[in-house]
Nanobody, 120 residues
């Protein structure tokens, strides 16, 4: 059994910063790609940032230069540092990961989601 547990998020004024964390636990052999998605009301879930096991990262255009994804492989944790937050960043944020379990299966897991609200 594998779980992704998120922390962080909350309410912040425009221009402020927040940091999200997502820790994987359970029967884990290794973790491949780790991502952050977000879903705003009435919109589809979108990929915000991704980081490979080697640390290579990619970002959705609207967050480039403002968000930073990172991971601590020793802690099986991925982070999303969000700076210069805008009203349009308001959404529920989800982490996602491809994980090799100890019984040698590659499976995809989601975190529980955390609300980020940016106010004016």
């Amino acid at each position: 059994q594998v779980q992704l547990v998120q922390s962080g998020g909350g309410l912040v004024q425009a221009g402020g910063s927040l940091r999200l964390s997502c820790a994987a636990s359970g029967s884990i052999s290794s973790i491949s790609r780790m991502d952050w998605y977000r879903q705003a009301p009435g919109r589809q879930r979108e990929l915000v940032a991704t980081v490979t096991s080697g640390g290579n990262s990619n970002y959705e255009d609207s967050v480039k230069g403002r968000f930073t994804i990172s991971r601590d492989n020793g802690k099986n944790t991925v982070y999303l540092q969000m700076n210069s937050l805008k009203l349009e960043d308001t959404a529920v944020y989800f982490c996602n990961a491809d994980i090799w379990t100890r019984d040698r299966r590659l499976q995809n897991y989601w975190g529980q989601g955390t609300q980020v609200t940016v106010s004016s």
